[in-house]
Antibody
């Protein structure tokens, strides 16, 4: 069965960077885009971007361009999301989600358990 | 401000039918892009409920249904149950080359 297992909670100071991992199993890692979605406390879902694990190509939401970097290591079926220059409003649960192509868009049937990133001085 | 607009909350009594709307624009839903729906219980990751406007993944009860018309989409839940109390999100694609979510709707079962 498809599983996405994320790294543990992080506490960071403003201005620092955080790198969250998402280890995939139960399917061919390079066959599906991996998306990252975040959710601030008490708020809704916010799409951050995707990485194509096969080519390494990425597409970031405009809001995060210049601050987010998505990478992957195909040898261990793991995707990474690094967010730099952290601010207090980056405090959120970060999810990885496997994309399933549907015409032009993708939907997310498989999600990681989420990683809480807290930004505080 | 979310690109897709949902009502902040809806409510209904057990057994009733409720609908949740998701309104977009000519750059997303109105451009013909399909809509997907998710249910999120407190403290858990979202769960896919509907994909491609009206398709249910295996295991999702047929009490849940979706539709789309023009620049809007709707999620309907019939035979409301206490376990349906959750947050619901719509998702689509925008011509700005990004996936977009609605702001979410909290469903309360009275």
């Amino acid at each position: 069965q498809v599983q996405l297992v994320q790294s543990g909670a992080e506490v960071k100071k403003p201005g620092a960077s955080v790198k969250v991992s998402c280890k995939a199993s139960g399917y061919t890692f390079t066959g599906y885009y991996m998306h990252w979605v975040r959710q601030a406390p008490g708020q809704g879902l916010e799409w951050m971007g995707w990485i194509n694990p096969n080519s390494g190509g990425t597409n970031y939401a405009q809001k995060f361009q210049g601050r987010v970097t998505m990478t992957r290591d195909t040898s261990i079926s793991t995707a990474y999301m690094e967010l730099s220059r952290l601010r207090s409003d980056d405090t959120a649960v970060y999810y990885c989600a496997r994309g399933q192509q549907w015409l032009v868009t993708e939907y997310f049937q498989h999600w990681g358990q989420g990683t809480l990133v807290t930004v505080s001085s | 401000q979310s690109v897709l607009t949902q009502p902040p909350s809806v409510s209904g009594a057990p057994g009733q039918r409720v609908t949740i709307s998701c309104t977009g624009s000519s750059s997303n839903i109105g451009a013909g892009y399909d809509v997907h729906w998710y249910q999120q219980l407190p403290g858990t990751a979202p769960k896919l409920l509907i994909y491609g406007n009206s398709n249910r993944p295996s295991g999702v009860p047929d009490r849940f249904s979706g539709s789309k018309s023009g620049t809007s989409a709707s999620l309907a839940i019939t035979g409301l149950q206490a376990e349906d109390e959750a947050d619901y999100y719509c998702q689509s694609y925008d011509s700005s080359l990004s996936e977009v979510f609605g702001g979410g709707t909290k469903l309360t079962v009275l």
